[in-house]
Every structure is written in C-alpha cells, then in structure tokens.
C-alpha cells in the first residue's frame, strides 16, 4: 500500500482535504452549489457537510425527487471516490483495503471495526446526531459507493442504524 498518501490523508490537512473533495462531489450528486466552507477548521467543516448532506436529503424526500435516482448518483460518486482511493493507495490484501475504510470513516467522526469478516460496526457517528433515519437511509449510498470503490465491488447492506435508536450501526459487506 502506499504509505506516504496513507500518511497523508491520516493528517490534519489529509482529512480537511478528503471533506471538501467530499462536499464537492455531494454537492455535485445533489445538483446544488457547493456550501460556502473557506476556513473552516475541520471540526468546523464536519458540521457544515452533515448539515448539508441533511438539508439537501430532506429537500429531494420532500420535493418527490426519485429517491432511486438520488440513491445511484450518491452512490456513483462515492464509487468513484473509493475507486480512486484504491488505484492510488494500492492496497494489496483486504485487511489493508479495510484500514483504508476505517481511516477515511475516522476523518468524517466515524469509529468502526469489523467484528468478524464481513460483518461492520460503527460504534461512533458524528452523523447520528443531524440524521433522521429516512435521510441516514438515503446517504448510506455514499457508505455503499466507497465500500465499493475501495474493495472494487461487493455489496454494504445496513441491518441496524443508531439513527433508528439502536447502539451502533451493522452492516453486512458482501
């Protein structure tokens, strides 16, 4: 694996880059502008996209924009996030395409770990706390794209969300 792009993203500056490519490309499955964020620490940034990705999830529900469509945009963006991801850092063995996930989620305030292959569990999200469950389930897309992305296929299928009250989320990936 390439340790020196891993390095980075593992730094301050690494993990306020990977949110505003984040916001960008959101804001771009979205079909909006991108929320002003100049300057922002990253603390700062994190409540910015989650209020966002929040804002605009509820706007699609409620105008009767096709759930499914926004769902394949959401989740073709994140796909090629994690497809880039892969082709630059070059992880060689699953455990390694797993640290990838587990350093890009630890960034955006998510703390997850495998409890036996291929069954996830995030213990922490910073996200449970601007979600409804209705608009947890339409950005799990993002999950599922960079999930995708990064292990160059398979499929993430959530079984339990905090959002709908229980303890920590769990996901299947297949």
């Given at each position: 694996?390439?340790?020196?792009?891993?390095?980075?993203?593992?730094?301050?500056?690494?993990?306020?880059?990977?949110?505003?490519?984040?916001?960008?490309?959101?804001?771009?499955?979205?079909?909006?502008?991108?929320?002003?964020?100049?300057?922002?620490?990253?603390?700062?940034?994190?409540?910015?996209?989650?209020?966002?990705?929040?804002?605009?999830?509820?706007?699609?529900?409620?105008?009767?924009?096709?759930?499914?469509?926004?769902?394949?945009?959401?989740?073709?963006?994140?796909?090629?996030?994690g497809?880039?991801?892969?082709?630059?850092?070059?992880?060689?063995?699953?455990?390694?395409?797993?640290?990838?996930?587990?350093?890009?989620?630890?960034?955006?305030?998510?703390?997850?770990?495998?409890?036996?292959?291929?069954?996830?569990?995030?213990?922490?999200?910073y996200?449970?706390?601007?979600?409804t469950?209705?608009?947890?389930?339409?950005?799990?897309?993002?999950?599922?794209g960079?999930?995708?992305?990064?292990?160059?296929?398979?499929?993430?299928?959530?079984?339990?969300?905090?959002?709908?009250?229980?303890?920590?989320?769990?996901?299947?990936?297949?």
């Amino acid at each position: 694996m390439n340790r020196l792009i891993y390095r980075t993203l593992s730094s301050r500056f690494g993990a306020n880059l990977e949110l505003r490519i984040l916001m960008r490309q959101t804001a771009k499955a979205f079909g909006v502008k991108v929320p002003e964020a100049a300057r922002q620490s990253n603390s700062e940034l994190l409540r910015t996209y989650a209020q966002f990705t929040a804002k605009e999830a509820m706007r699609a529900m409620q105008h009767g924009d096709t759930l499914e469509t926004l769902h394949q945009e959401l989740y073709q963006m994140a796909y090629t996030l994690g497809n880039r991801l892969r082709r630059w850092l070059n992880p060689k063995e699953e455990k390694d395409c797993f640290s990838v996930i587990t350093l890009l989620y630890r960034n955006i305030g998510i703390q997850m770990e495998e409890e036996f292959p291929g069954t996830i569990c995030v213990c922490k999200c910073y996200f449970s706390g601007f979600y409804t469950p209705e608009v947890c389930s339409v950005i799990s897309a993002i999950d599922q794209g960079i999930f995708a992305g990064i292990y160059q296929g398979g499929k993430l299928t959530f079984h339990e969300r905090i959002t709908e009250g229980c303890d920590v989320c769990r996901a299947d990936f297949r």
